[in-house]
């Protein structure tokens, strides 16, 4: 087993909110490539044959420029806060269909002070996609409901009242109405620095892949 991070990670994520400006960065790029950056690509090489395993669907992209890591920077055009810099790292394991559609589902791993997750599904998808997923769960009622006892706490948010073209006494209108579905996972600090953490965190996505082959499978798509 292999450590990946380490709380120097974690050290500058804490830094950077205090300072969270070019020039500061800029000062402590290198630290950002050695604590932060290089680490979490690392992690992503090393855990795409796990992926593999869960679904040869799933991608897994290690490049440094347009892969699996989100980007560093804050897209500030719509925000009142012009912060440039997020004060995490994350990364997402998405469906190949992505490079084809706006939402896929897929696994996500984000890690910040305070706030360390990982898990699976789709969050904010576009109303084509969320019909199509509404539709399998209203049509596959037996699919859904076996995808509930394996004991995914599936969260997102809720309309308040059932979707367009749903029947409000649907015996899963409760389901229905959600806007996103998924399952995540907390970790501590002590477990994301831990030796084991790759596995743990496979581990965390073979438990909620039932939700995102489902997801997957309603819209379609191989998994």
Same mark, same amino acid.
């Not at 394991?93 to 791993?109: A, D, I, T």
């Not at 599904?121 to 409901?145: C, F, K, S, V």
């Not at 579905?181 to 438990?207: N, S, W």
């Given at each position: ?25 800029? /000062? %402590? =790029? ?11 690509? @690392? &992690?992503?090489? $090393?855990?795409? #044959? ?11 992209? /290690? %490049? =440094? ?11 500030? @055009? &719509?925000?009142? $806060?012009?912060? #440039? ?139």
């Amino acid at each position: 087993m292999e450590t990946y991070f380490t709380p120097a990670l974690f050290t500058f994520l804490r830094q950077l909110k205090s300072h969270n400006n070019r020039e500061w960065f800029q /000062a %402590r =790029r290198a630290r950002f490539v050695s604590d932060v950056e290089a680490p979490m690509l @690392r &992690f992503i090489r $090393d855990l795409a #044959p796990h992926m593999r395993e869960i679904s040869p669907a799933i991608l897994v992209d /290690a %490049r =440094r420029m347009g892969g699996s890591m989100y980007r560093i920077y804050r897209d500030t @055009r &719509f925000s009142a $806060d012009k912060s #440039p810099y997020k004060t995490h790292v994350a990364a997402h394991f998405r469906h190949e269909q992505k490079k084809k559609v706006p939402s896929v589902p897929g696994f996500y791993l984000h890690l910040g002070p305070g706030e360390c997750m990982g898990g699976g599904g789709i969050y904010h998808a576009d109303m084509p996609t969320l019909t199509r997923i509404r539709l399998g769960i209203a049509q596959n009622t037996r699919g859904w409901e076996a995808v509930k006892k394996t004991g995914i706490e599936i969260e997102g948010d809720r309309l308040t009242r059932a979707p367009a073209g749903f029947d409000a006494s649907h015996p899963l209108i409760e389901d229905l109405r959600l806007k996103d579905f998924y399952g995540m996972t907390t970790f501590t600090q002590k477990e994301v620095c831990g030796p084991d953490f790759l596995a743990r965190y496979a581990a965390c996505c073979r438990e909620v892949s039932p939700l995102v082959a489902f997801l997957t499978r309603s819209l379609g798509w191989r998994w």
